[in-house]
């Protein structure tokens, strides 16, 4: 393992970055951390992940920002064509799924800002950000991503919808979903919406998943179809019912560093009626909870990107710190 650097300015001093490509899987671990890990003050609010790749993702830039109150704005401008930089302020109630355009930065104001009833569509597009909402009783998803590339879903909570919390699929790419809080739901998050989608998924779905707290939910914290690899890390789970992670339809999926927390079921490479998925688990840190599983390993695609990352039992102090509005 080697460490290098970071040159990253963000919110605590990164004193190691870890370049993915060099890591090597090795058996879980309950209790015990491997020899030359990163220190807790690794973490970073920077963009990680699979949304800096591809050409970045920078949303609307330095737009000059607007500040909306009222559905009728907040449509409007995130529908507009050219950068935007959209200030949510307060509660906007909206009803269904609601487009959002390119080039888009999405951002509530302080820690009260809130979208309720309806969802944002972010299709056919690139170039997406959505930051520090509080979504809660969707009607259908809180936030849709299909056949789009470079979105970043960074520090929102999610409470009580009705379908997925946050769905990727129809050959979406390049996402980041990071330091987000979901909890009191059912269905977290889809990558890759169907058995059946393989000729349009396939190659796609690169998603990351990081520092997330799933907080008492259900499943799907993701449930991956097809896509190869889903880098799942430093991610704290809580009282799963269901299951932690899924991968399924030959996916490939990355499972380094989380912290789960009385989950019977961790990791899976089955779920449903889907056929079964690949897995590569690196050092998970296990408090009552059942061993994840691995699955044909070396068939899980190297990470091609670099990453500061933080020691598995550092975690749940890190992301329930970290995690959700009012913190960026």
């Known amino acids: 393992m080697q460490f290098f650097p970071s040159m990253t300015p963000a919110r605590r001093r990164l004193p190691y970055l870890v370049m993915a ?13 491997p020899e030359l890990l990163p220190k807790a003050s ?12 591809g050409g970045g993702t920078s949303g609307g830039g330095s737009a000059s920002a607007v500040t909306v109150t009222t559905a009728s704005a907040l449509i409007s401008n995130m529908q507009a064509s050219g950068a935007r930089v959209i200030r949510v302020s307060g509660t906007i109630a909206l009803s269904g799924m609601n487009k959002v355009a390119a080039n888009k930065t999405i951002i509530g104001v302080g820690s009260g800002a809130a979208i309720t009833g309806g969802g944002l569509n972010v299709a056919s597009v690139s170039n997406v950000i959505i930051r520090n909402i509080n979504f809660h009783d969707w009607s259908d998803d809180a936030i849709n991503v299909q056949y789009s590339t470079r979105v970043w879903i960074d520090h929102n909570s999610f409470n009580h919808g009705y379908d997925g919390a946050v769905d990727i699929k129809r050959a979406s790419d390049y996402v980041t979903v990071s330091w987000n809080k979901f909890s009191n739901h059912d269905k977290v998050g889809l990558i890759g919406h169907s058995d059946d989608n393989g000729a349009e998924d396939r190659g796609k779905l690169r998603v990351t998943y990081y520092a997330n707290w799933f907080d008492g939910t259900t499943q799907r914290h993701p449930r991956v179809r097809f896509a190869n690899p889903v880098h799942v890390f430093n991610n704290y789970y809580r009282g799963n019912s269901g299951y932690g992670v899924a991968s399924t339809c030959n996916a490939g999926v990355y499972v380094e560093r989380n912290y789960f927390d009385g989950v019977a079921n961790t990791v899976v490479a089955q779920t449903g009626d889907s056929p079964e998925g690949n897995v590569k688990l690196l050092n998970n840190y296990l408090v ?5 599983v691995s699955r044909n390993a070396a068939s899980v695609a190297a990470i091609p990107y670099s990453y500061v990352v933080d020691a598995a039992e550092n975690v749940k102090s890190m992301v329930t710190g970290g995690a959700g509005t009012g913190k960026i």
């Open 21 to 33: 490509t060099v890591l090597t899987a090795t058996t879980v671990s309950a209790v015990a951390a």
């Open 42 to 53: 690794a973490s970073t609010y920077a963009l990680q992940g699979w949304a800096t790749q």
């Open 288 to 292: 009552n909870s059942g061993t994840p």
